[in-house]
C-alpha cells in the first residue's frame, strides 16, 4: 500500500488564489434517460475528470478549475446534480442514485474511464460511484466531505464534541467560508452567494447513493485516493476527514489547505488546482 503523510499546504500564490474570479464558462443540456443534465464541457480528448458540487452550489461552483483543467489537457465536466442548478429531473419524487446519472453521461459521451472529483456533497457521490463503478474510475479526489459517513462510532462522536451550537443559524457564508476569505474578497463573496442562490431547487431533495457510505466502502475502493481537508472549516474539519480515511486501504494523500474553509475549491482555487492536477499527472 502506497501512503504518504499528512502534508499543510501553504498558501502558495496566496494573493493570486485570491486574485480575480474567471469568466462564468458556456454550458448545455444532456437528455439523459432519468434526467435533463445540464453540464459544462471543456471538450477535447484529453483524459475526462468529473467534478461533483457541494449542496451549496452548482456546476458554476468550478469556474475556476474548468479553464484549468482543460489547460493541462484534461476534459472538464462539471454538472449540475439532479434537482441542482438547471438540472431538471424527470420523476422528482424518485430521484435515483447521482452515480446512475453519471454512468449514463459516460455513457452518452462514449467515454471509457474518468476521474472522479467532488467536494462537500459531491465527495458523497464521488465515493459512491468510485466504490460502485471501478472499472470507469481512473482516480477519486475528494475535498471537504464528511461522507455521510455512517457505522464509525468513532467518527460519530468526534463529529458530536466538534459541532458548533446554533451554527445551522449562520448566515451561509458565515457557514462555508473562512474568516481570511470573507475579509480578503468580497466580489468572491458575491459571486458565490449567487451561484448558493441557485443551487438547490424547491423541493429537490438530495438524491440517495446506491449504498450507504461505510468504512467497509472506504476499504473496499481500489483507486489512487486524493483527500483535501481546509484547515478552517467549520462545517466539516480536517480531525473529522482524517479519521474516516485512515479506512482507505487504497494508495491514498491526505492534504490540509491552510486558512481555507469548508468552500475550500472557491477560495483557494489556484492552490486547489495545482493539487488536483499534480495528483492526476500522477496517476
Known amino acids: ?57 452548482n456546476s458554476e461552483y468550478w469556474q475556476n478549475t474548468v479553464p484549468a ?21 424527470h420523476d422528482a419524487k424518485n430521484p435515483l442514485p447521482v452515480a446512475v446519472t453519471i454512468d449514463a453521461l459516460i455513457d452518452y ?23 460502485s463503478r471501478p472499472e470507469r474510475t481512473s ?9 455521510g459517513l455512517q457505522g464509525d462510532p468513532e467518527y460519530a462522536a468526534f463529529r458530536e464534541r466538534a459541532e458548533i451550537p446554533l451554527m445551522d443559524q449562520q448566515p451561509s457564508h458565515i457557514r462555508e467560508m473562512s474568516p481570511t476569505y470573507r475579509g480578503m474578497n468580497p466580489e468572491g463573496v458575491a459571486r458565490w452567494q449567487e451561484i448558493y442562490k441557485n443551487a438547490q431547487q424547491d423541493g429537490a431533495v438530495r438524491p ?35 479519521l474516516w480515511s485512515r479506512h482507505i486501504t487504497a494508495p491514498k ?15 483557494q482555487p489556484d492552490v486547489f488546482n495545482q493539487l488536483l492536477i499534480g495528483f492526476l499527472q500522477e496517476h
Open 1 to 57: 500500500m502506497k501512503w504518504r503523510h499528512l502534508v499543510f499546504v501553504a498558501l502558495a500564490g496566496f494573493w493570486t488564489a485570491f486574485g480575480a474570479l474567471a469568466a462564468e464558462l458556456p454550458g448545455r443540456f444532456v437528455e439523459l434517460p432519468t434526467v435533463r443534465l445540464w453540464m459544462i464541457d471543456s471538450g477535447g480528448t484529453g483524459e475526462p475528470v468529473i467534478l461533483l458540487h457541494p449542496r451549496t452550489g
Open 109 to 131: 459521451l462514449q467515454l471509457d474511464k474518468v476521474h472522479v472529483v467532488g467536494t462537500a456533497m459531491g465527495g458523497y457521490v464521488a465515493l459512491d460511484y468510485a466504490a
Open 253 to 267: 494523500d491526505f492534504l490540509v489547505l491552510a486558512e481555507a474553509g469548508h468552500v475550500l475549491v472557491w477560495e
Open 69 to 89: 483543467l482543460a489547460e493541462a489537457g484534461y476534459r472538464a465536466i462539471a454538472i449540475d446534480n439532479p434537482g441542482w442548478g438547471k438540472s431538471v429531473v
Open 208 to 242: 440517495p447513493l446506491t449504498t450507504p457510505n461505510t468504512p467497509e466502502k472506504l476499504a473496499s475502493l481500489r483507486v489512487p485516493t486524493l483527500v483535501i481537508a481546509g484547515g478552517m472549516d467549520l462545517v466539516t474539519p480536517s480531525g473529522g476527514m482524517r
Open 139 to 147: 482516480s477519486l479526489v475528494i475535498a471537504a466531505s464528511g461522507l
